[in-house]
Nanobody
Framework: AQLVESGGGLVQPGGSLRLSCAAS????????MAWFRQTPGNQRELVAA???????NYADSVKDRFTVSRDNAKNTVYLQMNTLKPEDTAVYYC???????????????????WGQGTQVTVAS
């Protein structure tokens, strides 16, 4: 299986970005999907996750600013990021876990597959 992120870059505070994660080599609609982020010296932290059925979960720091969605026809999960702040600067990773339920987890170790990451920098 392979996960490939895209859409990162440099944006000014208050701006928006949309990240995409294209999955291949797996039956996408059987996988819970998540976005994590990591800054130097820190562990990966959950940003947002989405179940098979579309239920979502967000970190408190991004609620009401970020939206996770999935398009099963395109094998792609998205992260729409609005009102970006400098503290959102990080490498963003896509993750996947096969599940038969509506389960989600905030633990990075729960996920089976990871993308290579895409850098998001919020600065003026």
């Amino acid at each position: 299986a392979q996960l490939v992120e895209s859409g990162g870059g440099l944006v000014q505070p208050g701006g928006s970005l949309r990240l995409s994660c294209a999955a291949s080599g797996l039956t996408f609609n059987l996988y819970a999907m998540a976005w994590f982020r990591q800054t130097p010296g820190n562990q990966r932290e959950l940003v947002a996750a989405i179940t098979l059925g579309g239920r979502t979960n967000y970190a408190d720091s991004v609620k009401d600013r970020f939206t996770v969605s999935r398009d099963n026809a395109k094998n792609t999960v998205y992260l729409q990021m609005n009102t970006l702040k400098p503290e959102d600067t990080a490498v963003y990773y896509c993750a996947a876990r096969r599940t038969l339920s509506e389960a989600l987890s905030a633990r990075a170790s729960w996920y089976e597959y990871w993308g290579q990451g895409t850098q998001v920098t919020v600065a003026s």
